[in-house]
């Protein structure tokens, strides 16, 4: 995890890599859990035996499943001491650009795309996140994070 001790420091870094998070399995417990969270319980995700012969060769994890990991992603990838809350502020540009086997280990690296001074005394960070699958030649998703730090 990197660690940064006060938004200012991130100031220079607006275009650069801030890092990568720790890895997570996602194994068919979790997207089957995931499943019955949203009632989303299509067969290419749910049913291995049925989606052996489906298009991806194997279960696949939802692509909305891939993206509710951001959070955890942010929380093991970096940190801002200064920080005593941040509030999610929402999501541009969401890709699914790979679909993510049932079995795969993801990791997200993050870009510091923007910083801007809001309401309140918060900086809203505006994050580009890459998550990739081990071993996989493209992301599996790519979204920018919006983020409202507070001191």
């Given amino acids: 995890m990197r660690i940064f001790e006060t938004l200012a420091d991130l100031q220079t870094l607006v275009g650069q890599p801030l890092g990568h998070s720790e890895w997570i399995t996602v194994d068919q417990p979790r997207v089957n859990a995931f499943a019955e969270a ?3 319980r299509q067969w290419i995700h749910v ?3 049925r989606a ?3 298009p991806f ?3 696949i994890a939802h692509g909305f499943l891939t993206l509710s990991l951001i959070p955890y992603f942010f929380e ?3 940190s801002v001491r ?3 809350m941040v509030v999610n502020y929402g999501l541009n540009k969401v890709r699914f650009t790979a679909p993510v086997p049932v079995g795969s280990r993801l990791r997200a690296g993050f870009r510091l795309l923007a910083m801007d001074d809001v309401a309140g005394g918060a900086v809203q960070l505006t994050v580009e996140v890459a998550v990739e699958a081990e071993g996989a030649a493209k992301p599996v998703c790519i979204a920018e994070s919006l983020a409202r730090h507070f001191r």
């Fill in 38 to 40: 949203t009632e989303d």
């Fill in 47 to 49: 049913d291995p035996e």
């Fill in 52 to 54: 052996k012969a489906g």
């Fill in 57 to 59: 060769g194997g279960p």
């Fill in 76 to 78: 093991t990838g970096f």
């Fill in 82 to 84: 200064e920080t005593r």
